[in-house]
């Protein structure tokens, strides 16, 4: 078993099973991810903490698994499955974790297990949940930069925002923000561009600032014209 030294932390006994630490406010959740990254194989005990029992074990563990998944996802990649079955989780910060985190492996993805679970991915786009759908928004931006082939199919998916069911209007409105810069990073490598430029421009008098903000960003990127849009 993997025991967590106290050269990674100031203020931590000189050996503790590694999982107890993470129930210490103290500890260094960056380290512990270094640290991993130079010892493989203390992921699969890291990967085993999702289902403590403990809360701060399960969100210091999704959140170490979250900073190796940026720098290394090839050492998660092998745990593709746990992450896949997080998106259903009941929990939803652990949900947001497995979002963000598959979005880093498809840039390892040669076996396109994320093509196959793309469609449950995408789903909370539609609604009813504003964070979810805006990490998944932003997860997919990551995925079709890594599968430019997919970048059909996830912005037509993208672009279901303006018809999504949120809590409120005004989450819908934020929505379409996210959609914006997402769609932003993608526009160049669809098939119909104009698909989008079409969404960006019924979205000139969006109610919430900080969208319409987002709108002029885009517009001055392409060097676009709505003088005319209605």
Same mark, same amino acid.
């Given at each position: 078993?993997?025991?967590? *030294?106290?050269?990674?932390?100031?203020?931590?006994?000189?050996? @503790?099973?590694?999982?107890?630490?993470?129930?210490?406010?103290?500890?260094?959740?960056?380290?512990?991810? !270094?640290?991993?990254? @130079?010892? &493989?194989?203390?992921?699969?005990?890291?990967?085993? #903490?999702?289902?403590?029992? *403990?809360?701060?074990?399960?969100? #210091?563990?999704? *959140?170490?698994?979250?900073?190796? =998944?940026?720098?290394?996802?090839?050492?998660?990649?092998?745990?593709?499955?746990?992450? =896949?079955?997080?998106?259903?989780?009941?929990? +939803?910060?652990?949900?947001?974790? =497995?979002?963000? %985190?598959?979005?880093?492996?498809?840039? %390892?993805?040669?076996?396109? !297990? %994320? +093509? !196959?679970?793309?469609?449950?991915?995408?789903?909370?786009?539609? /609604?009813?949940?504003?964070?979810?759908? =805006?990490?998944?928004?932003? /997860?997919?931006?990551?995925?079709?930069?890594?599968?430019?082939?997919?970048?059909?199919?996830?912005? #037509?998916?993208?672009?279901?925002?303006?018809?999504?069911?949120?809590?409120?209007?005004?989450?819908?409105?934020?929505?379409? /923000?996210?959609?914006?810069?997402?769609?932003? *990073?993608? %526009?160049? @490598?669809?098939?119909?561009?104009?698909?989008?430029?079409?969404?960006?421009?019924?979205?000139?008098?969006? &109610?919430?600032?900080?969208?319409?903000?987002?709108?002029?960003?885009?517009?001055?990127?392409?060097?676009?014209?709505?003088?005319?849009?209605?």
């Amino acid at each position: 078993k993997w025991y967590y *030294k106290k050269e990674m932390t100031m203020s931590v006994d000189t050996q @503790r099973p590694f999982i107890e630490v993470f129930s210490r406010k103290d500890t260094n959740l960056e380290k512990i991810a !270094r640290r991993a990254v @130079r010892h &493989p194989d203390s992921i699969p005990e890291i990967i085993d #903490g999702l289902s403590h029992d *403990k809360t701060p074990v399960k969100y #210091g563990c999704a *959140k170490v698994l979250r900073i190796i =998944a940026e720098t290394r996802p090839d050492l998660l990649y092998p745990h593709f499955t746990t992450f =896949a079955r997080l998106l259903n989780h009941d929990n +939803n910060i652990m949900k947001w974790e =497995a979002i963000f %985190v598959i979005s880093c492996l498809s840039v %390892v993805d040669d076996d396109n !297990r %994320v +093509n !196959r679970i793309l469609k449950k991915y995408l789903k909370p786009i539609t /609604g009813t949940m504003l964070i979810t759908a =805006a990490n998944v928004i932003k /997860g997919a931006a990551r995925i079709a930069e890594a599968k430019p082939k997919l970048s059909d199919r996830i912005a #037509g998916e993208i672009l279901k925002v303006e018809q999504a069911h949120y809590k409120s209007p005004d989450c819908r409105n934020i929505a379409i /923000g996210h959609a914006i810069t997402s769609l932003d *990073k993608m %526009v160049n @490598r669809v098939k119909k561009p104009e698909e989008i430029i079409r969404f960006v421009e019924r979205q000139l008098q969006n &109610p919430w600032p900080a969208t319409r903000k987002k709108v002029e960003k885009f517009i001055k990127k392409h060097q676009l014209d709505f003088t005319n849009a209605s």
